[in-house]
């Protein structure tokens, strides 16, 4: 069951990012997305300590180097795919994520409802 939650996670891990990327040209908007959501900068300035769930996606699939990067940034990856990822981090860390060139994307993790 812990198996099937996971990959039900990844999932929708992936189709949130994948949405994140093509949303602006989608609407016909040429600007870029944020590379750090807006929201995490919010919770950054007025909850430093709270740790957070973000959705990544990285500019390729992630090396080792990359991995240790995150691992100093303050971020433990949960789930990886491909070049999508989901991780666990304080919010007052934003700063050192944005320094990390391989990111894409950084967003705020949703919650998502299960249904029994």
């Given amino acids: 069951m812990a198996s099937l939650l996971r990959a039900s996670c990844a999932i929708i891990a992936v189709a949130l990012v994948s949405a994140l990327g093509c949303a602006a040209s989608a609407n016909g908007d040429?600007?870029?997305t944020p590379r750090i959501d807006p929201e995490i900068r919010r919770i950054a300035k007025t909850h430093p300590d709270?740790?957070?769930s973000v959705l990544m996606r990285s500019?390729?699939?992630l090396r080792a180097e990359d991995r240790r990067a995150l691992a100093k940034a303050g971020v433990t990856i949960g789930s990886?795919?491909?070049d999508?990822?989901?991780g666990r981090m304080r919010a007052g860390n934003v700063a050192r994520l944005e320094r990390l060139q391989f990111l894409a994307v950084t967003q705020l993790s949703k919650d998502v409802p299960l249904h029994q």
């Fill in 80 to 82: 990886e795919i491909s």
């Fill in 50 to 52: 709270s740790v957070i």
């Fill in 59 to 61: 500019t390729a699939p």
């Fill in 84 to 86: 999508v990822l989901t």
């Fill in 30 to 32: 040429n600007r870029q």
